[in-house]
């Protein structure tokens, strides 16, 4: 197909195209002119796979092609290239140096070492929850630590959940676009679903208590 064709079927216009072919994010087509180029099936799966990092995992095109270039290691085990794409999906804040932050900190690495979780603590997630902590102790509800073991069985399950319906992928490329959606798309039904059960659990604990009488 030709680059207008390929533009057409991902809707991806042709100078950003062109761009991903200069950045080395997209392999260039075959010439079958000095002024033209063909591109395959294998082009718009890897233009979609771009996308999905760029508009879906919000990745910079620096960490996009770190992440192909794990995608086209073909000596890198999964869990590398796994990691690779759901490690760059973290948020990025200024930290806070003071007594929240140290505790929150703490409180995290304690939790993956008494989870057993075989994980870096330094990862961009552990620094996320660590940052949301410090946060919530910051407002005076540093007690939320208490219920972080009911919410890591949570987490849990649903990370069993993610990683059994990306495991029924077979290519590599489906692999890393699948976790990259499931991550973010996934959070995101995973926490509609979350508001549903708490207005669920606001009824049954409140919804039969008796109003308080001015």
């Given at each position: 197909m030709r680059v207008g064709e390929l533009s057409r079927r991902t809707g991806v216009p042709v100078p950003t195209i062109k761009?991903?072919?200069?950045?080395?994010?997209?392999?260039?087509?075959?010439?079958?002119?000095?002024?033209?180029?063909?591109?395959?099936?294998?082009?718009?799966?890897?233009?979609?796979?771009?996308?999905?990092?760029?508009?879906?995992?919000?990745?910079?095109?620096?960490?996009?092609?770190?992440?192909?270039?794990?995608?086209?290691?073909?000596?890198?085990?999964?869990?590398?290239?796994?990691g690779a794409a759901t490690e760059r999906l973290g948020a990025r804040h200024a930290e806070h140096d003071d007594q929240e932050a140290a505790e929150a900190g703490a409180a995290v690495g304690e939790l993956i070492e008494r989870r057993g979780w075989r994980t870096d603590k330094s990862s961009p997630a552990a620094a996320d929850l660590a940052r949301a902590l410090a946060a919530m102790g910051r407002l005076g509800h540093g007690a939320f630590r208490e219920v972080l073991d009911d919410y890591a069985e949570a987490a849990e399950r649903v990370a069993r959940a993610d990683l059994g319906y990306v495991d029924r992928k077979v290519a590599v490329e489906d692999l890393v676009e699948t976790t990259v959606i499931g991550t973010v798309l996934g959070e995101?039904?995973?926490?509609?679903?979350?508001?549903?059960?708490?207005?669920?659990?606001?009824?049954?604990?409140?919804?039969?208590?008796?109003?308080?009488?001015?």
């Open positions: 761009y991903y072919v200069r950045e080395g994010l997209l392999p260039p087509g075959e010439l079958t002119s000095p002024n033209q180029a063909s591109y395959t099936d294998t082009h718009e799966r890897r233009l979609r796979l771009i996308r999905a990092l760029l508009d879906v995992g919000g990745l910079k095109v620096a960490a996009i092609a770190e992440v192909l270039r794990a995608v086209d290691d073909p000596g890198r085990p999964v869990h590398k290239v796994l995101a039904v995973f926490n509609a679903m979350r508001r549903l059960a708490h207005v669920d659990a606001s009824a049954r604990l409140f919804g039969t208590r008796p109003e308080a009488s001015d």
